[in-house]
């Protein structure tokens, strides 16, 4: 049954919020961030159908959408490059070599490289109007999570590695009675917290991490910093712990 997607474009609104400016070399007091709606599953999306005014059943939309990504997962594995109107995909192999090695390294594996189509990137600045909504009162903001050794943002990071954190309202600072419970953590789904334990960098809008070197390959976290210092204030410690926590998954290798 063929899909049926009679879109029709419309100006979509993009709500954001201002922050602290937390990027380095900041001219002026604020960036900006979008106020995002709630994440969607394949059938989340496909439950929207109706209300884009596309025809085709949710239930076709999602099992041919889970059939593809089944398809696609094999096809990369087999070393094909995928594009699409949304992504392009492909494989890349990490690492330094003399030309004479027969196998990988221990420990050195395939990445998939994803990156938007610029069709995606042209629908998004086309038809979306951003919409600002005034400035985030926040107890602190976590903006970006660079993996010094691969050089990824906000996506991958690499165990018993030095991992750079920015936003604003990090310093880890707490009082005596609750210095064990603050710090940086990686939050799994069920809960577990994994403590960060080595800071290199310790100021409000950068943190230096090494990550511990048992991270089982394939997990996902959230990272978590739990500290007593104001955002406001400068040097003052509160009374309560306050915990900032990452907008986005970090990925092991």
Known sequence: MP????????????????VQAWLPGAKKQYNAKAVLQPELDIHGVASKASLYNI?????????????????????IADNYRIKSNLFRI??????????????????IYPEVKLSVS?????????NAEVVFDGV????????????EATGSIDNYISPCNIVAVRG??????????HASLNGVFLLDSEGVERPVKAIAVNTPRLLKL???????SGGEYTLLVRTQSSVKKGSKILKRVREVHSPFLLHVK
């Not at 899909?3 to 201002?18: G, M, R, S």
């Not at 059943?57 to 398809?71: D, H, M, N, R």
């Open 3 to 18: 899909l049926d997607f009679n879109v029709t474009d419309v100006a979509h609104k993009i709500i954001a919020k201002f």
């Open 55 to 75: 025809s085709t059943s949710p239930k076709v939309i999602e099992e041919g959408f889970l059939a593809a990504e089944k398809l696609i997962m094999y096809l």
């Open 90 to 107: 492909s494989i890349r192999i990490p690492g330094e070599y003399d030309g004479t090695e027969t196998f990988l390294p221990e420990g």
């Open 118 to 126: 610029e069709q995606l990137r042209k629908y998004v600045s086309d």
């Open 136 to 147: 985030e009162e926040s107890d602190g903001f976590i903006g970006q999570v660079v993996d």
């Open 168 to 177: 604003y309202g990090l310093k880890l600072e707490s009082d005596a009675q």
């Open 210 to 216: 090494l990550t511990p070197d048992s991270l089982p």
